[in-house]
């Protein structure tokens, strides 16, 4: 099985929650982040007092992943679930979306605490690694 971690795992990574930790190690390989974390994880650098050393903190991390880019299939996946959740009148966070649409196109399993964000993605795989 393959996982699209959502900011707030690697999130946690940074701050060595052992569960996170654990399961990161554990499924070293089959891991991937969107480009949309990424912007994420680069707006959190560039908000600290001391963005060099994060900065590498941060590129240290991502060399184990794939990073997935948003292209033409995603965008139009993401538009399809954003006007389902729309027309249903559940809106959810655009970036959330995208980080769907990147997992559903890609096969992912989403791993994400805030599993809420995501629940109302029709056929979206989805685990929280902050769990027990």
Request: aromatic share 8%; charged share 20%.
């Amino acid at each position: 099985m393959s996982f699209l971690l959502d900011t707030d795992i690697c999130s946690a990574f940074f701050k060595n929650h052992p569960l996170v930790v654990r399961r990161v190690m554990l499924h070293y390989g089959g891991l991937h982040v969107s480009a949309i974390t990424v912007g994420e994880l680069m707006t959190w650098v560039k908000r600290t007092s001391k963005p060099p050393l994060r900065l590498q903190e941060v590129e240290r991390f991502l060399i184990s992943f794939d990073v997935i880019d948003v292209n033409r299939e995603v965008a139009e996946t993401f538009g399809q679930i954003r006007a389902g959740l729309l027309d249903r009148g559940r809106p959810v966070g655009v970036l959330d979306l995208f980080n769907a649409a990147v997992a559903l196109v890609q096969n992912l399993t989403v791993v994400t605490h805030n599993v809420a964000d995501y629940q109302d993605v029709p056929g979206l795989s989805i685990v929280d690694w902050m769990a027990p």
